[in-house]
């Protein structure tokens, strides 16, 4: 069973930074593929950013430029740097993980793990 904890996140104005961490204590998260998602009340959860078992990554037009996702093996932890945030950012935010192949990193459905989620929220 995989366990994947977050840690982050909390209350920031506009246009300010928060990074979200996401960790697997007894599982290598470096040989998966882990996303970042979110969810807003009354939205589906949205596919942000991907970063594959290769290192390659992958963003969201929503937060392109904006977010990066990135990971650090020796500490087995992936990160989500959040630069910029507008309000409309304001979300729980999750990661995942997948212990088959994915095909498409944006559908919440391809994911069996998840972290317990956190909250963002970004005042104007």
């Known amino acids: 069973q995989v366990q994947l904890v977050q840690s982050g996140g909390g209350l920031v104005q506009f246009g300010g930074s928060l990074r979200l961490s996401c960790g697997a204590p007894?599982?290598?998260?470096?040989?998966?593929?882990v996303v970042w998602f979110r969810q807003a009340p009354g939205k589906e959860r949205e596919g942000l950013s991907c970063i594959s078992n290769s290192d390659s990554t992958f963003y969201a037009d929503s937060v392109k430029g904006r977010f990066t996702i990135s990971r650090d093996n020796t500490k087995n932890m992936v990160y989500l740097q959040m630069n910029s945030l507008k309000p409309e950012d304001t979300a729980v935010y999750y990661c995942?993980?997948?212990?088959?192949?994915?095909?498409?990193?944006?559908?919440?459905?391809?994911?069996?793990?998840w972290g317990q989620g956190t909250q963002v929220t970004v005042s104007s």
């Open positions: 995942a993980t997948a212990l088959g192949g994915i095909y498409y990193w944006w559908r919440p459905s391809e994911f069996d793990y």
């Open positions: 007894g599982f290598t998260l470096d040989y998966y593929t």
